[in-house]
Each structure stands twice: as C-alpha cells, then as structure tokens.
C-alpha cells in the first residue's frame, strides 16, 4: 500500500527547532516531488514548502522562508522538514504529501502535531 | 500571492440532495485547481484535479468544472459518508494556496 508516515512532532519552546520526517514506502519516491502542508488548530490548510524529485529545487511560503529547510534522502525514500525560529503561529499538524503527475496533492501522511509553547 | 476564496463558509444539506461548492481565484489560475475532502482528525483526500478529472476512486457523484477563476465542486447526491470540509487549491504557480473551505453539514 503506497503509504507516507511522518514523525519528529511534539512540543518545542518558542525560538527553538524540530526536525520532521515523512517515511515514504511502496512507491519510487524518486518520481515524485513532495511537499508539507500544515493546519493550524480549528483552521485551514496551509500550504508551507515543497521539494523537487532530487532536490535541486525548494519553494517556500513566505510565512516560513528563511526559518524551514526542506530536504529529502531519497536513498532511505525520506522527506525532511528543519524549523529552526519556531514561532506560536506554527503550531500546526504538519502532513507530508505526494505531488502526483497531476500536479495535485494524491496521496498524504497521517500528520504530526508541532506545538510551540512555553 | 493568489488568494483563494470559498462559497458559502456552511452549506447544510440533506441526504440525498444535490450540493454545489464554489471557488474563485483572485486571478486566472487556467485548470490548475484541485478539490480536497478532510473529514475531522483525518488528513485531506484528493478528489479533483485539473478543475474536473476526477481522482482514482472517487464516485461518480462529485464533479468539478470551471477554469479561469470561477470553479465548481457539485456532489449530485449527498451520501452520509460525504459530510466534510472540502477545500479548493490552486496549482498554477508559487505560492499554492488553498482556500478557506466549506463545511458541509447535515441539515
């Protein structure tokens, strides 16, 4: 089953980091690029950062360029996502999703939940 | 930055009723727009891409047409299992954004 788990959630004092991982199985993870989408508590869904097939492109939402780092190993078919700064507002369940060659988001892992506090 | 906007915030519907959900895109967006259902605690799930290509899976009951910046999502006959917040997105360039969403509830 084509299937993305991610990990690396909890909770972090504000100004502080956390890594996520998204473990990608099932698929050839080097097709496809892949992106982090995030929701805030009772909201919406935010759009935050995307990674091509290898690497050689990232893109950002303004709200976490400068303090999110994307990255994928594609040799263990795993998707990063460094937050160095953290602020509140990032508190957020972070999911991990496939970019299919429809341009949409096909498949998504079942979230992590990043809660930045005191 | 596109922004995406939703209609209405709430629709209430009764089982068995037609629903009709629209977007609209600040600016032209051509085709690239996607619809997403999210029931709660679960992560969302692609129903339509391209405005109006339905996702593998997906009943034939949800349809999706439009292009520019008017799109719409219309579920012909509610089903129980259909109640969820559904949210478009666009894809045509940097930044993608979804918009806000619209619940559809039971009436």
């Known amino acids: 089953e084509v299937q993305l788990v991610e990990s690396g959630g909890g909770l972090v004092q504000p100004g502080g980091s956390l890594r996520l991982s998204c473990a990608a199985s099932?698929?050839?993870?080097?097709?496809?690029?892949m992106s982090w989408v995030r929701q805030a508590p009772g909201k919406g869904l935010e759009w935050v950062s995307l990674?091509?097939?290898?690497?050689?492109?990232?893109y950002y939402a303004d709200s976490v360029k400068g303090r999110f780092t994307v990255s994928r190993d594609n040799s263990k078919n795993t998707l990063y996502l460094q937050m160095n700064s953290l602020r509140a507002e990032d508190t957020a369940v972070y999911y991990c999703?496939?970019?299919?060659?429809?341009?949409?988001?096909?498949?998504w892992g079942q979230g992590t939940m990043v809660t930045v506090s005191s | 930055e596109i922004v995406m906007t939703q209609s209405p915030a709430t629709l209430s519907v009764s089982p068995g009723e037609r629903a009709t959900l629209s977007c609209r895109a600040s600016?032209?967006?051509?085709?690239?727009l996607a619809w997403y259902q999210q029931k709660p605690g679960r992560a969302p799930r692609l129903l339509i891409y391209g405005a109006s290509t339905r996702a593998t899976g997906i009943p034939a009951r949800f349809s999706g047409s439009g292009s520019g910046t008017e799109f719409t999502l219309t579920i012909s006959s509610l089903q129980s299992e259909d109640f969820a917040v559904y949210y478009c997105?666009?894809?045509?360039?940097?930044?993608?954004?979804f918009g806000p969403g619209t619940k559809v509830d039971i009436k």
């Open positions: 099932a698929f050839t993870f080097t097709s496809y690029p």
């Open positions: 990674i091509s097939n290898f690497g050689g492109s990232t």
């Open positions: 600016q032209s967006v051509s085709n690239n």
């Open positions: 997105q666009h894809y045509n360039n940097w930044p993608f954004t």
């Open positions: 999703a496939r970019r299919d060659y429809s341009h949409a988001f096909d498949i």
